[in-house]
């Protein structure tokens, strides 16, 4: 029994997929319980501080989508308060973030990615309530932020916060912070699935987090249904269920709505990237840059209310040719891209906020823009909400390289689906438009770049290679072994060891335990060890192993031999060692072939072990063959008569049962691995 514990250890058990898909279910929904309250409260305090400041105060009292309130706008009635509540705002804000959690300043969103990259998926408790009592207080006096990105950071927090409290290890930590991510865009946008797809989507510029997708969508559904339950199921943008997509000829106009907004989804990154580098050159106190970028904003918001705020509802307002016609033509081609200065100013100051929403507004003030000029061209749409609706999905689904989650969310915001079909074509166009530019300046290119699964991609070799070619020796000792009589077996360099409890499990003995003088024994001195690695995984497994639990060893089981006994261990230098030493005879894996087949390039040394031999004279291991020779360019047929010579390029086939046993064939002589 002890021996299939040990061994279990290492493997699991035939039950394990039922286990993680239990635990993915509860783990998704405590995540998605707490992110939908939080989403909730969040909303309640840009609801009191936009009341009663905004409205209060300065007397303005925006228009609001029809899933979140009615058109009517009042104000401002006293235009001379924006400058002074704005600069309030972003000085109670900046003090706030600048005391307790600096990472909360900016855009949520990029550092929640910058948390699941860079930061094994941790973030400080301290950044959940300041990020969110920060940017309602920015939002509701008026800052030109949206709450999608703070709430994603809020969302992230959340689940990082769970996580940790649950004691998980490093790879699921991340994961949860993902679906934080996930719940809070799918809680306060009310598109459950476009959030989903957001947060695996917008990790990368040209990668998608597949991994996450299921745990997201529970959490996210979960939030979702809290946080609808409380205000409603509507869609944000109400209204939109009538248009839809009806002839071809439409599509070359949508065509050029993607480049309009591919072109101005890089003018605001640069804006936005360029304001945030003055303000962080200009020679005054962090938390101060928040207030001056608000009298600055506020001081517009003067002349052009339409560019504080949200700004939810002038978009609504422009789903209509009544309502797109109440704003001045001028007016009209001007406000997205003074859009683009007061989102800059307030977010890129430092202010905590969120650049998704007001990304959004801008896009679709674009496309009410670009209807108002070309609606008496032939064959042009004849109303202006289709427009509006893709470009909101092109601009932002771009410039933040997430255009599948785009297409889903605006889909979901509207209740709109049948505008999939130009909205593709549009955010297509503008994608290619963008390239390389992104929004979130913390996105990496793919998966291969990211902390997160470098050692999975920067090393393919290791896949190739048994765990076998790496073990180094490690002291095992018996568990009721006294610890003064292990003090006197373990060598003075030693810095551990491994025993067995009681219950069959692993447990290692830190240098550090050895003079403990309140335990008599090994295994009372001992601590469980989180996996073990068998003999026979890849390397790369063995890598994933170390990483997932922050563990710089662990020890190695044969699973051949009864009761699973420890051979060895290997640690990060072991594995380097092994990579090098088969990059050094120029191996390198062919992919594989079926299930049960895999395939070796070998280029053979000087020094290899089957150079100047006859291939009939060569004891490979049953189940590997040699299928190509490769001589000066030339393919000769694998004949047992043939003598290999260096240089002589071999495609080996093997099953995984013979690859040890290969491995070590093409070990150069002095150089086997120990195991």
Request: proline content about 8%; aromatic content about 8%; some cysteine.
């Amino acid at each position: 029994m002890a021996a299939r514990r040990s061994a279990a250890q290492g493997t699991g058990s035939p039950f394990l997929p039922s286990r993680r898909l239990s635990r993915v279910i509860w783990l998704g929904v405590l995540i998605g319980v707490v992110a939908g309250l939080g989403s909730i409260a969040f909303y309640e305090l840009i609801t009191f501080f936009t009341d009663h400041l905004l409205g209060g105060i300065a007397g303005y009292r925006p228009p609001m989508p029809l899933g979140e309130g009615t058109l009517e706008r009042s104000g401002p009635e006293r235009p001379w308060a924006l400058p002074l509540l704005l600069a309030f705002g972003g000085l109670t804000a900046g003090l706030l973030v600048a005391r307790f959690a600096p990472e909360a300043a900016g855009h949520g969103t990029d550092n929640a990615i910058r948390a699941f990259h860079l930061d094994a998926g941790r973030v400080r408790w301290q950044v959940v309530p300041v990020k969110l009592f920060a940017s309602a207080l920015i939002i509701g006096t008026g800052g030109a932020a949206g709450p999608e990105g703070p709430n994603a950071q809020v969302g992230a927090g959340f689940g990082s916060l769970i996580a940790a409290r649950l004691g998980l290890e490093p790879a699921e930590r991340r994961r949860a912070l993902v679906a934080g991510i996930a719940a809070g865009i799918g809680a306060i946008f009310r598109a459950p699935l476009g959030g989903a797809m957001m947060a695996a989507e917008v990790l990368y510029r040209h990668d998608f987090e597949a991994d996450v997708i299921l745990l997201n969508l529970i959490a996210s559904i979960t939030a979702y249904a809290i946080f609808g339950s409380y205000t409603d199921f509507t869609p944000i943008f109400g209204g939109a269920g009538g248009f839809s997509f009806s002839h071809p000829g439409e599509l070359p106009y949508y065509a050029l709505l993607g480049l309009l907004a591919g072109l101005t989804g890089i003018a605001f990154a640069r804006a936005f990237y360029g304001t945030e580098a003055l303000f962080h050159r200009l020679p005054l106190p962090p938390w101060s840059r928040p207030a001056l970028a608000g009298a600055i904003v506020g001081s517009i918001g003067i002349l052009t209310p339409e560019a504080i705020h949200v700004g939810y509802g002038w978009v609504q307002q422009a789903f209509t040719p009544e309502g797109i016609m109440q704003f001045s033509p001028w007016l009209l081609l001007a406000l997205p891209f003074i859009r683009i200065l007061t989102t800059s100013l307030t977010v890129g100051s430092g202010g905590s906020g969120g650049i998704f929403g007001p990304g959004m507004v801008i896009g679709g003030l674009l496309g009410a823009a670009c209807w108002r000029l070309g609606r008496d061209l032939p064959g042009f749409p004849a109303e202006p909400g289709p427009f509006v609706i893709i470009g909101m999905t092109a601009m932002f689904g771009a410039i933040a390289h997430v255009p599948l989650a785009m297409l889903l969310m605006v889909a979901e915001m509207t209740g709109n689906l049948s505008l999939l079909a130009p909205a593709m074509a549009a955010v297509a166009v503008a994608t290619l438009v963008v390239g390389d530019e992104t929004i979130y300046r913390q996105q990496l290119p793919t998966r291969a770049d990211s902390p997160a699964h470098r050692h999975r991609f920067a090393f393919p070799l290791l896949s190739a290679l048994p765990v076998r070619q790496a073990v180094i020796p490690v002291p095992v000792l018996p568990p009721g072994l006294p610890l003064a009589e292990a003090r006197e077996r373990l060598h003075a360099a030693a810095r551990y060891a491994v025993t067995t409890l009681e219950d069959g499990r692993l447990a290692e003995l830190p240098a550090s335990r050895l003079e403990s003088s309140n335990v008599a024994t090994v295994a009372a001195a001992a601590a469980p060890l989180p996996a073990v690695v068998q003999a026979d995984w890849p390397l790369d497994r063995a890598l994933d192993a170390l990483a997932e639990h922050e563990r710089r060893w662990l020890p190695v089981v044969d699973p051949t031999i009864e009761g699973a006994p420890v051979i060895g261990q290997v640690d990060a230098r072991s594995l380097l060692r092994a990579y090098r030493r088969a990059a050094s005879q120029q191996t390198r894996p062919l992919g594989t072939l079926s299930d049960t087949i895999d395939a070796l390039d070998v280029v053979l040394s000087p020094g290899s072990p089957l150079a100047h031999r006859r291939l009939a004279d060569t004891a490979f291991p049953a189940g590997a063959r040699v299928a190509v020779v490769e001589r000066d360019g030339q393919a000769l047929v694998p004949r047992g008569e043939l003598i290999l010579l260096p240089g002589d390029r071999l495609t080996i086939t093997y099953t995984q049962r013979a690859r040890a046993a290969l491995h070590a064939l093409l070990a150069p002589p002095g150089e086997a691995p120990a195991g």
